[in-house]
């Protein structure tokens, strides 16, 4: 069955700690892999994406993510996170149809 | 450009009534997906329209049901409502269909009572 896994559903960090949000999924045929933020009360935006090519691709503030096909993952890092990167985050996979995964909700502590 | 607009944006419905949702997608965007967001789910795929034609469906019953206008202004239907239905629904745009980038709007918060 086609999904998209996300190992974490709360993740509470330090400011300066680094981040990673891991990302698995099950689909077959090609797909295109995103990461979607949810600030608090805003709506969802773009962080990354990544369609082909290096499977190492830089999103907005500071983040980026590697797909490493041999594992089907599309994990997601920043080095340093900000008190402001407290929001949650949503991996999705979009190909014939378009499965999100459910989210996880990042606090990071001032 | 403005983005993808809904409205209402909130929305109090009792068991058992119908409504209807409106989305106006991001000038120039041909397709218009449509999302169920809900604490326990997560964000669930409803429907994608390309074109005013239905693209792809998800695993939802057929009392929701959507449609699409010439200028690309999309409306989703519930009938019946459900308890369960209470949920944040979004609509997102984009230029391609089936897998490219989609461009979210705030949503239609619907509480069923």
């Known amino acids: 069955a086609q999904s998209v896994s996300q190992h974490n559903h709360h993740v509470i960090l330090s400011e300066a700690a680094s981040l990673e949000l891991g990302c698995n999924y099950s689909?077959?045929?090609?797909?295109?892999l995103f990461w979607y933020v949810q600030y608090p009360g805003q709506h969802l935006q773009l962080l990354l994406k990544y369609f082909s090519g290096d499977p190492l691709v830089k999103g907005i503030k500071g983040f980026e993510a590697e797909f490493i096909k041999s594992k089907f993952s599309f994990n997601l890092r920043k080095p340093s996170v900000q008190w402001s990167d407290t929001a949650e985050y949503f991996c999705a996979v979009m190909g014939f149809k378009t499965i999100f995964g459910a989210g996880t909700r990042l606090f990071v502590k001032a | 450009k403005a983005g993808v607009t809904q409205t209402p944006r909130y929305l109090i419905k009792t068991r058992g009534q119908q409504v209807t949702l409106s989305c106006s997608p991001i000038s120039g965007h041909r397709s218009v997906s449509w999302y169920q967001q809900t604490p326990g789910q997560g964000l669930q795929f409803l429907f994608e329209y390309f074109s005013e034609t239905q693209r792809n469906k998800g695993n939802f019953p057929g009392r929701f049901s959507g449609r699409q206008f010439s200028n690309s202004r999309s409306e989703m239907n519930v009938s019946t409502l459900e308890l369960g239905d209470s949920a944040l629904y979004l609509c997102a745009s984009g230029t391609v269909i089936a897998g490219g980038e989609q461009f979210f709007g705030p949503g239609t918060r619907l509480t069923v009572l």
């Open positions: 689909y077959g045929g090609t797909v295109n």
